[in-house]
C-alpha cells in the first residue's frame, strides 16, 4: 500500500481527534493538514511494517504540543454545535431506526457537558483519554504514541476518567490561580 493511501485511509480519524484535542473546527482542520504535509514530507522516517495510525498520531500529538506552547495565549475553546457533535460519534448506523445524537435533545445536552469536561481536563490527561476512548487505541499504542511509559498512560487515563465522572456528577472545576504549576500546591514550611 502506497504512503498516500495509508494516509487517505486515516484521514477521518486524524480530523475526529483534532477536532477533540483543539474544540475548533478550522484549528482542526490546519492541524490535519500540518500533520499531513509532516507525514509526506518525512514519509522515508516511517518504517514499513509499524502502525502508520500511531505514527500519524504521534506527529500530530507533538505538533499539537507545540502550537500549545507558541500560542497559548490565543488559545481559546469554542463549543462545539449541532454539525459538529455527530463528527465525534462514528456515523456507522445501519438502521434508520437508532436515533442519532443530535436527534435527541438530552443526549445533544450530554455531549455538550462531556466536551466541556474534557475542556477542564489536564492536556496529559485529555490526550489519553480522547486516543482510548475516541480513537478506541490500546495502551502500549498510546504510550507509543506519546512516547511515555504505559504505567504513565494507565495512570493519566484512571485519573481523567474519574476527573470526567466527577464534572459529570457536578462537581466544579479547578479553580484557575494567578499561579499555576506544581508551585502553586506547594507550601513554604520554615
Do not use: C
Amino acid at each position: 500500500m502506497d504512503i498516500r493511501d495509508q494516509l487517505y485511509h486515516h484521514v477521518p480519524r486524524l480530523r475526529r481527534y483534532a477536532r477533540a484535542l483543539t474544540g475548533n473546527t478550522e484549528l482542526a482542520d490546519d492541524l490535519v493538514q500540518d500533520t499531513l504535509e509532516r507525514a509526506l514530507s518525512r514519509h522515508t522516517m516511517f518504517e514499513a511494517g509499524t502502525d502508520a495510525r500511531a505514527w500519524l498520531f504521534t506527529i500530530m500529538h507533538n505538533l499539537f504540543l507545540n502550537q500549545q506552547r507558541r500560542a497559548p495565549a490565543q488559545a481559546t475553546h469554542v463549543s462545539l454545535d449541532e454539525t459538529n457533535i455527530g463528527d465525534l460519534v462514528e456515523r456507522d448506523v445501519s438502521h434508520a431506526s437508532v436515533q442519532t445524537p443530535t436527534s435527541d435533545p438530552a443526549r445533544r445536552l450530554e455531549i455538550r457537558d462531556l466536551d466541556e469536561a474534557l475542556r477542564h481536563l489536564p492536556d496529559e490527561q485529555r490526550a489519553i483519554v480522547l486516543l482510548v476512548g475516541l480513537e478506541d487505541m490500546s495502551y502500549a499504542d498510546v504510550a507509543a504514541t506519546l512516547r511515555v511509559p504505559i504505567g504513565t498512560v494507565m495512570s493519566r487515563l484512571s485519573r481523567g476518567r474519574q476527573r470526567l465522572r466527577d464534572l459529570m456528577a457536578g462537581g466544579t472545576p479547578p479553580a484557575q490561580s494567578a499561579q499555576t504549576g506544581p508551585s502553586a500546591k506547594l507550601k513554604v514550611v520554615r
